[in-house]
């Protein structure tokens, strides 16, 4: 672009240069011309006024010469000529001068003659001559300087399309070859290509710009690399991290489904030590009874234990091969993490791994999930097992209480009727008192018969259906068929209001009452109702019967006093009573013990 401009300018120069030499050429031409023309004018006003000497005034003559001279030396063409005093048109023109100064003029000025004519011509013809030489010359000069100003042209044009051509040659190869390079490497980058690079030579900014791609490659294609290494491991994380949120999914069903903690645990933590590459590990329990550990679940021995259940199984043993390539306190490292829940220690998990390899970080809080895990279901285990000791107790004190109140009475009762009849003689002023005897101990023993029949049907009674209310049912329509009688059923109480121990006492309350109103009542309309009025639950159960004798419920009716044990058991009250309008109604109300119903009773409380 510099070239390009310097020939330019240099071109304008030089045409404005020679412009500006040749300005007034064509002027100094046409005065030459006009000098000759005039020459011949004034040559043939002389030959006029030689034939005719009246015919131009002296005065109109002598301005003619003067008009000549002036043309001369006129400013045009003396600005024409160069300053050089050698120059050739400098020289022709002081030649003409001369000639005319010397020659011409004073002959002009002379007296006409026919020798002056003669002598005028020459003289005139030598003027023109050398006019012509001047007009020959001026136009050598003006057709010189118009070629030198097209050679000028014509080598600048050269010239230029010389650099323009130099320039194109140089913008390809040191512009549009790196910028398709750079953009190669680009497309190359963009196609994740790390391997391509520019390789440009030179100080200029297009090769600076290419060592800077290539370094910029190389470093996307080192970060690219090691994302892809970070991407890889972070993929087998995740793999890692999915494989153990499955494990602890199956380890949550494993350990709460199955009742065996061994036979829960140990495919779990086998697999667990495939995932992590851990093992062996072993599983040891608290007891508050005991001064050490004992060892619970192993996942890897080489005999049975001495705890197991099951001699089918063999899930625990390997090979002394096996065994002995695990690691030992020899070459590994020992990991024990606690079992405990907020206040209780309930065992500790021993995990073996090896030095070299090392335990990480996510491996840790995996097991340490996994004892959470462990911990929940011992726990839960444990209260399992106190629960069910707690209920085979409560229920040996119930069958143990039912028979105190009901059979053992009544064969007390036998016993003392066996006894009183030892004592009195057969004889036959005694007959009377040997049939009533006989007769209350037949009436003892039907009573105690029945009352047999009656705890048989309390103990075995079970509900069958899916909750209370379906139990309900079932009861009324089978009553219903005994009174032969509809027997209507009020029930809304809220599901899982009640445990299954509280849903036992109120069905058998209920089926007690019903088989008291069928035995004795002699009733047509019977009415069950069970509600729930936060935070008690209301049973009741009424009828339009012949009501109780005396208005008061009997003494010493085992079914009435059992019904009161178990409003005792239920930590309420039962009542039974006549209706006013006619008939017995008997009420049970208790408040659930049921952990449903604690946020119920706190907000009722409060």
Same mark, same amino acid.
């Given at each position: 672009?510099?070239?390009?401009?310097?020939?330019?300018?240099?071109?304008?120069?030089?045409?404005?240069?020679?412009?500006?030499?040749?300005?007034?050429?064509?002027?100094?031409?046409?005065?030459?011309?006009?000098?000759?023309?005039?020459?011949?004018?004034?040559?043939?006003?002389?030959?006029?006024?030689?034939?005719?000497?009246?015919?131009?005034?002296?005065?109109?003559?002598?301005?003619?010469?003067?008009?000549?001279?002036?043309?001369?030396?006129?400013?045009?063409?003396?600005?024409?000529?160069?300053?050089?005093?050698?120059?050739?048109?400098?020289?022709?023109?002081?030649?003409?001068?001369?000639?005319?100064?010397?020659?011409?003029?004073?002959?002009?000025?002379?007296?006409?003659?026919?020798?002056?004519?003669?002598?005028?011509?020459?003289?005139?013809?030598?003027?023109?001559?050398?006019?012509?030489?001047?007009?020959?010359?001026?136009?050598?000069?003006?057709?010189?300087?118009?070629?030198?100003?097209?050679?000028?042209?014509?080598?600048?044009?050269?010239?230029?399309?010389?650099?323009?051509?130099?320039?194109?040659?140089?913008?390809?190869?040191?512009?549009?070859?790196?910028?398709?390079?750079?953009?190669?490497?680009?497309?190359?980058?963009?196609?994740?290509?790390?391997?391509?690079?520019?390789?440009?030579?030179?100080?200029?900014?297009?090769?600076?710009?290419?060592?800077?791609?290539?370094?910029?490659?190389?470093?996307?294609?080192?970060?690219?690399?090691?994302?892809?290494?970070?991407?890889?491991?972070?993929?087998?994380?995740?793999?890692?991290?999915?494989?153990?949120?499955? =494990?602890?999914?199956?380890?949550? &069903?494993? *350990?709460?489904?199955?009742? @065996?903690?061994?036979?829960? +645990? $140990?495919? %779990?933590?086998?697999?667990?030590?495939?995932?992590?590459?851990?093992?062996?590990?072993?599983?040891?329990?608290?007891?508050?009874?005991?001064?050490?550990?004992?060892?619970?679940?192993?996942?890897?021995?080489?005999?049975?234990?001495?705890?197991?259940?099951?001699?089918?199984?063999?899930?625990?043993?390997?090979?002394?091969?096996?065994?002995?390539?695990?690691?030992?306190?020899?070459?590994?490292?020992?990991?024990?993490?606690?079992?405990?829940?907020?206040?209780?220690?309930?065992?500790?998990?021993?995990?073996?791994?090896?030095?070299?390899?090392? =335990?990480?970080?996510?491996?840790? &809080?995996? *097991?340490?999930?996994?004892? @959470?895990?462990?911990?929940? +279901? $011992?726990? %839960?285990?444990?209260?399992?097992?106190?629960?069910?000791?707690?209920?085979?107790?409560?229920?040996?004190?119930?069958?143990?209480?039912?028979?105190?109140?009901?059979?053992?009475?009544?064969?007390?009762?036998?016993?003392?009727?066996?006894?009183?009849?030892?004592?009195?003689?057969?004889?036959?002023?005694?007959?009377?008192?040997?049939?009533?005897?006989?007769?209350?101990?037949?009436?003892?023993?039907?009573?105690?018969?029945?009352?047999?029949?009656?705890?048989?049907?309390?103990?075995?009674?079970?509900?069958?259906?899916?909750?209370?209310?379906?139990?309900?049912?079932?009861?009324?329509?089978?009553?219903?068929?005994?009174?032969?009688?509809?027997?209507?059923?009020?029930?809304?109480?809220?599901?899982?209001?009640?445990?299954?121990?509280?849903?036992?006492?109120?069905?058998?309350?209920?089926?007690?009452?019903?088989?008291?109103?069928?035995?004795?009542?002699?009733?047509?309309?019977?009415?069950?109702?069970?509600?729930?009025?936060?935070?008690?639950?209301?049973?009741?159960?009424?009828?339009?019967?012949?009501?109780?004798?005396?208005?008061?419920?009997?003494?010493?009716?085992?079914?009435?006093?059992?019904?009161?044990?178990?409003?005792?058991?239920?930590?309420?009250?039962?009542?039974?009573?006549?209706?006013?309008?006619?008939?017995?109604?008997?009420?049970?109300?208790?408040?659930?013990?049921?952990?449903?119903?604690?946020?119920?009773?706190?907000?009722?409380?409060?």
């Amino acid at each position: 672009m510099a070239a390009i401009c310097i020939v330019a300018l240099i071109n304008i120069a030089l045409s404005l240069t020679i412009s500006a030499s040749i300005q007034g050429s064509a002027t100094a031409i046409n005065l030459s011309g006009s000098l000759r023309m005039q020459s011949y004018r004034l040559l043939g006003d002389w030959i006029q006024v030689s034939g005719q000497p009246d015919s131009l005034s002296p005065a109109f003559r002598h301005e003619r010469i003067e008009s000549f001279t002036q043309r001369l030396n006129h400013p045009g063409l003396v600005r024409a000529l160069p300053e050089s005093t050698d120059h050739p048109l400098v020289v022709q023109h002081q030649r003409i001068m001369s000639v005319w100064q010397q020659e011409v003029r004073p002959t002009l000025l002379a007296e006409t003659s026919s020798q002056s004519v003669s002598q005028l011509r020459p003289q005139i013809n030598r003027l023109v001559e050398h006019i012509d030489g001047l007009v020959s010359l001026l136009e050598q000069r003006t057709e010189a300087r118009v070629k030198l100003m097209n050679l000028v042209q014509t080598i600048s044009l050269i010239f230029a399309a010389l650099v323009i051509f130099l320039m194109m040659f140089d913008i390809k190869n040191r512009v549009v070859k790196p910028l398709g390079r750079l953009l190669d490497v680009a497309y190359a980058v963009g196609r994740q290509d790390f391997s391509q690079r520019a390789h440009l030579e030179g100080r200029d900014e297009l090769s600076q710009l290419g060592r800077a791609f290539d370094q910029m490659t190389s470093a996307l294609a080192e970060s690219y690399s090691h994302l892809e290494s970070e991407a890889s491991e972070k993929t087998r994380e995740l793999e890692k991290s999915h494989a153990a949120l499955e =494990l602890l999914h199956k380890a949550s &069903r494993s *350990l709460y489904a199955s009742n @065996d903690l061994c036979g829960g +645990a $140990i495919p %779990l933590l086998q697999s667990l030590e495939e995932l992590l590459c851990i093992g062996p590990i072993r599983l040891f329990l608290h007891d508050r009874y005991a001064p050490e550990m004992v060892e619970a679940v192993t996942t890897a021995t080489t005999e049975r234990p001495y705890y197991c259940k099951d001699h089918h199984c063999n899930a625990c043993l390997v090979t002394p091969a096996a065994y002995d390539g695990m690691p030992s306190s020899q070459d590994g490292g020992r990991l024990l993490l606690p079992i405990q829940t907020a206040n209780n220690l309930l065992g500790t998990l021993e995990v073996w791994y090896r030095k070299d390899q090392g =335990l990480p970080s996510t491996s840790r &809080r995996l *097991l340490e999930t996994l004892c @959470d895990q462990l911990a929940t +279901a $011992i726990f %839960l285990q444990n209260q399992i097992t106190e629960q069910q000791q707690l209920t085979l107790a409560e229920e040996r004190a119930v069958i143990a209480r039912e028979l105190h109140d009901s059979l053992a009475q009544s064969l007390s009762y036998l016993k003392m009727q066996v006894a009183r009849l030892r004592r009195v003689e057969l004889i036959q002023d005694n007959e009377p008192l040997h049939q009533d005897i006989l007769n209350e101990l037949s009436t003892g023993l039907n009573s105690a018969y029945r009352q047999l029949r009656e705890l048989l049907t309390t103990f075995r009674l079970k509900l069958d259906t899916p909750d209370l209310g379906t139990a309900l049912r079932e009861t009324i329509n089978e009553f219903s068929e005994r009174l032969a009688q509809p027997i209507t059923l009020d029930y809304h109480l809220p599901p899982q209001a009640l445990s299954a121990n509280e849903e036992i006492h109120v069905l058998q309350v209920v089926r007690e009452a019903l088989a008291n109103t069928v035995k004795h009542a002699n009733a047509t309309e019977v009415t069950t109702s069970v509600s729930f009025k936060s935070p008690q639950v209301k049973v009741t159960i009424s009828d339009n019967g012949v009501g109780l004798p005396g208005g008061d419920q009997p003494a010493q009716h085992y079914g009435l006093v059992i019904m009161q044990d178990r409003a005792r058991t239920l930590g309420g009250k039962l009542t039974v009573g006549n209706r006013a309008s006619g008939g017995v109604e008997v009420k049970l109300s208790f408040v659930p013990k049921s952990r449903h119903l604690i946020p119920t009773q706190s907000a009722a409380n409060q």
